[in-house]
């Protein structure tokens, strides 16, 4: 039995060895055959992404200003023209699509872990005055945590600007020089006859009629920096042709001169300024400090026709054009050749006596014209009527009064009132107190017409056998009474000084 176990024993060893032999083998064979290479982590750059999303915040605010003014351009309204109401309606659809970008890039970006927003969102149209634009402005913020890159605030903007620089009109052949911009004064240089919309008014139309120009005969060259001749046939058209502008750049955003009675482009030959006249001032003499309406007309219909798109006014010296103070247009806006302008006038720094005020307009082509002018009287403000009431002491009442210890003080309380007899609050008094105390104090006379003044405490003990200090004397003098616009009148005064003792 001993013997059989040993045997097992020895077997079980000899089968160990063998199978850690083999095992030894297998790793060393699969080590000789394997080869060791570089392991390089790849990391995205923030800064690639950084400006990926940038220039996709670029793109977003010039579709969403697309949206924006294509809608608005294609709203049945746009030919008679109310902007605000209708454009609010836009705007919402601008700013939705601005969110839904936004919306997007954090999920394109979420394992980056950005924090992303936009504000100061703005979009403007101007397309019914004498300047010409579709723009949006906003701020990013941008973070992105993941790389420990914060606060990137990029302010961006979008715009499309139209500006008429001449006319040329020959019949019905009109040729209009046009100039382009977008954002930074950069040239537009993709504009193209199809994206190009021009109407013009019928010759003799009273009720502002407007028809569409045959797009076969409109035609647009490129003279660079952004100009653009643009030719058009017009039968029948106004002499000089009153239009409206509809353009669309390669973005897609819209810009317009759809005012309701049409855009006068000026004659590019024309050098002569408008003339100024009616110049007022209303008052006038005028009173200092104050202010006067200062108003005039601004007159090109026999100067050249062009449209008045500015006006200032001077007072006492003529400086260089465009140098004076800007004037208002009395209907709203710069969209005729006759204008009424005005400005409020301050006279506070003019000093007494007569002032030349001078006014004179400039038109769309950049001419000034003469100066108006009229002359306007300043005077000082008469001071206002003085009606100062009197005042004076009815009654001076004072009290020793006990306080804690073997401590005493007075209490004086003065009543003021005016001639009538009726109280007078808010009189400002003077007074001192003297005897046992002194001191110098001022208070002022609630709505009863009294004020109360406290002295200081004064130290008294009569002894244990009931001798020790005389009397304490407590005096209180009224000195002076003051209240602006009211008279002080001591001579009628009841009383200015009273006297309490104690005991």
């Given at each position: ?25 297998s ?22 992404d ?12 010039a579709?969403?200003?697309?949206k ?10 746009n ?8 454009f ?11 969110i ?15 924090n ?24 990013m913020?941008?973070?992105?945590r ?18 008429f620089?001449g ?12 100039k ?17 919309n ?78 100024t ?25 026999s100067?050249?026709a062009n ?18 103070t ?46 108006g ?15 100062q ?8 009442s004072v ?17 003021i ?29 609630g709505?009863?017409?009294?004020v ?8 008294y ?30 001579s009628v ?11």
């Amino acid at each position: 039995m001993t013997k059989n176990s040993r045997n097992k024993k020895g077997q079980f060893l000899v089968a160990s060895a063998l199978l850690f032999a083999i095992l030894f083998i297998s790793v060393a064979s699969l080590l000789s055959s394997t080869t060791i290479t570089d392991v390089k982590l790849l990391k995205d750059d923030f800064r690639k992404d950084a400006m990926q999303i940038i220039s996709n915040f670029r793109g977003a605010l010039a579709l969403a200003l697309s949206k924006v003014t294509s809608e608005l351009e294609l709203s049945p309204y746009n030919y008679s023209y109310t902007m605000d109401s209708l454009f609010s309606y836009m705007i919402m659809d601008g700013e939705e699509m601005m969110i839904n970008w936004q919306n997007t890039i954090l999920q394109q970006y979420a394992g980056r872990s950005i924090n992303l927003s936009i504000t100061n969102l703005v979009f403007k149209c101007n397309w019914n005055s004498s300047v010409f634009y579709s723009k949006v402005n906003a701020t990013m913020t941008l973070d992105i945590r993941s790389y420990g890159f914060y606060g990137l605030k990029q302010n961006v903007s979008s715009e499309l600007t139209l500006q008429f620089l001449g006319r040329k009109q020959v019949g019905d052949e009109v040729v209009i020089i046009i100039k382009v911009q977008k954002e930074k004064g950069l040239p537009v240089t993709d504009l193209k006859p199809s994206f190009t919309n021009i109407l013009y008014k019928i010759n003799g139309s009273l009720e502002n009629k407007f028809i569409n120009v045959n797009p076969s005969t409109l035609d647009l060259i490129y003279l660079g920096s952004g100009v653009y001749n643009v030719t058009f046939s017009a039968p029948d058209c106004t002499q000089p042709a009153m239009i409206k502008m509809i353009l669309q750049d390669g973005r897609g955003i819209v810009v317009a001169a759809i005012q309701e009675n049409g855009t006068y482009i000026s004659d590019i030959t024309d050098n002569v300024g408008p003339i100024t006249t009616n110049v007022l001032c209303n008052p006038n003499p005028c009173t200092k400090p104050s202010a006067t309406k200062l108003t005039a007309t601004i007159d090109d219909t026999s100067t050249g026709a062009n449209f008045i798109i500015s006006a200032e006014y001077f007072i006492d010296t003529k400086t260089g054009n465009g140098s004076g103070t800007p004037m208002s247009v009395s209907d709203g806006y710069f969209d005729s050749t006759l204008e009424n302008v005005e400005a409020q006038l301050s006279t506070a720094s003019l000093s007494s006596g007569n002032h030349t005020i001078y006014v004179h307009g400039m038109d769309a082509v950049g001419n000034w014209g003469n100066f108006g002018s009229v002359v306007l009287t300043v005077t000082e403000t008469p001071p206002p009527p003085q009606t100062q009431q009197k005042m004076h002491i009815s009654d001076v009442s004072v009290r020793a009064i006990p306080d804690w210890w073997f401590y005493i003080h007075g209490i004086a309380t003065v009543t003021i009132v005016d001639a009538d007899g009726k109280h007078v609050s808010g009189a400002k008094v003077y007074g001192h107190w003297s005897g046992s105390v002194s001191g110098s104090v001022y208070g002022y006379t609630g709505t009863n017409g009294k004020v109360t003044f406290y002295s200081k405490d004064v130290y008294y003990w009569r002894g244990w056998g009931g001798w020790g200090s005389g009397k304490l004397i407590f005096t209180f003098t009224v000195d002076n009474i003051e209240k602006t616009d009211w008279i002080y009148d001591e001579s009628v005064n009841v009383e200015t000084s009273d006297t309490a003792y104690y005991p």
